[in-house]
């Protein structure tokens, strides 16, 4: 009769802890599997950096854009083309200061 009880006692926790089993492997690969929780977190990090980046471009094109647009012979800002020229040329006057920025 003991060997029955300890039968009985086996077939009611058996199908638990197989439920138990299950249900803590499908969590775990809900939270840190290829597709889980802490891969979702990560994708949102990647894609707010590229975000970022985006807008950094942007704003450099812009600024680049901003700088051809002065430069065309319809429009020249005479100080622009002056200061793209001695920078670029190395140019300055004997009385001159130079003071970059790099």
């Known amino acids: 009769m003991v060997i029955t009880k300890a039968r009985i006692g086996l077939n009611n926790i058996l199908p638990t802890l197989l439920f138990a089993v299950i249900l803590l492997y499908f969590l775990f690969h809900a939270i840190s599997g290829e597709r889980g929780l802490l891969a979702l977190i990560r994708l949102s990090q990647q ?3 590229a975000r970022l980046e985006l807008d950094i471009t942007h704003a450099n094109r ?3 854009e901003r ?3 002065l430069m065309r012979d319809d429009s020249i800002d005479l100080d622009l083309l ?3 020229a001695r920078r670029l040329l190395g140019y300055a006057d004997k009385n001159e200061q130079i003071f970059t920025l790099e």
């Open 67 to 69: 700088n051809i647009t």
């Open 62 to 64: 812009l600024r680049l």
């Open 82 to 84: 002056d200061e793209q």
């Open 47 to 49: 894609i707010e950096s």
